[in-house]
């Protein structure tokens, strides 16, 4: 048998795996040189909080501007104002790009958001006549706009709360 070692004569089996060792090196470093550069720069948070400061004003003035029921039919059409403006809301602030420290509270903020705006759905969908049920979907929408202000408070993005602070 040749012994190889000396010889300098690789087969054309050694060639192979050699050849694709490289190349999976190869392919390695270019899919990790090509992640490097597509990762997305850092987001400075006073911009994100200017960002989420402008959607909570302008939703906050949208929501100011929906008109107070003055009866019960009234409070249909007040809720379904509320829960679009809601949504609205949410969806902005769902496309914006938060710092890695307020990640998780973005994610709370944007959820709880949502939230409100499916309960303002439901309660308008409800007859004020079910008070049971009318009552207990108002309850929801209290927490959850507390657990709002808190997540404003915490994000430090006070235009946010609902509740004044």
Do not use: K
Not at 82 to 93: G, K
Request: net charge negative; charged share 20%; aromatic share 4%.
């Amino acid at each position: 048998m040749l012994d190889r070692s000396y010889s300098g004569v690789m087969s054309y089996a050694d060639r192979l795996t050699r050849a694709a060792a490289l190349f999976a090196v190869s392919a390695t470093a270019t899919v990790l040189a090509g992640c490097a550069s597509d990762a997305a720069p850092a987001t400075d948070p006073a911009d994100y909080r200017a960002e989420l400061t402008a959607i909570c004003v302008a939703s906050s003035a949208e929501r100011e501007a929906v008109a107070d029921p003055v009866d019960d039919a009234g409070v249909a059409t007040f809720a379904r104002a509320v829960a679009d403006v809601l949504t609205r809301e949410a969806d902005a602030a769902r496309a914006l790009q938060s710092p890695d420290d307020l990640d998780d509270d973005h994610r709370a903020f944007v959820q709880n958001t949502a939230d409100q705006a499916a309960q303002w759905t439901s309660l308008a969908t409800t007859p004020t006549s079910d008070s049971e049920q009318f009552g207990a979907l108002q309850t929801t929408i209290l927490e959850l706009t507390l657990g709002r202000d808190d997540l404003a408070t915490a994000m430090d993005v006070p235009a946010c709360r609902v509740t004044p602070a």
